[in-house]
């Protein structure tokens, strides 16, 4: 049975930093895309960044980019999410995902295992 446990999350100050895990078990890591979506109130998943492999495509959501790092400890089966300058639009429910690589893309149906999310609000 595939786990994804997220923590991490909790309120912050607009342009503090956090930094979000995700410990993956039952399911070959090394072998597995990994991804991080968030989901504001009234709004659909969004895509925020993604590991096709351990190394190698790496991609970011424009709103993120410069501001995030994904990583992933193949040791520990975690993946992270590092987010800086954080901004009261990052504030939503924050959830990792694993998928196939030969099928990976930013489309959260190309992943087949999620978290329970973790929430994430930024204040002013």
């Known amino acids: 049975q595939v786990q994804l446990v997220e923590s991490g999350g909790g309120r912050v100050q607009v342009g503090e930093s956090l930094i979000l895990t995700c410990e993956v078990s039952?399911?070959?890591?090394?072998?597995?895309?990994t991804a991080w979506f968030r989901q504001a109130s009234g709004k659909e998943r969004e895509f925020v960044a993604g590991?096709?492999?351990?190394?190698?495509?790496?991609d970011y959501s424009p709103f993120v980019k410069g501001r995030a790092t994904i990583a992933r400890d193949e040791a520990k089966n975690v993946v992270s999410l590092q987010m800086n300058s954080l901004k009261t639009e990052d504030t939503a429910v924050y959830y990792c995902?694993?998928?196939?690589?030969?099928?990976?893309?930013?489309?959260?149906?190309?992943?087949?295992?999620w978290g329970q999310g973790t929430q994430v609000t930024v204040s002013s």
């Open positions: 039952g399911r070959s890591f090394s072998r597995s895309s």
């Open positions: 590991l096709r492999w351990s190394q190698g495509r790496l």
């Open positions: 995902a694993v998928g196939n690589p030969l099928s990976y893309s930013t489309d959260p149906a190309s992943f087949d295992a």
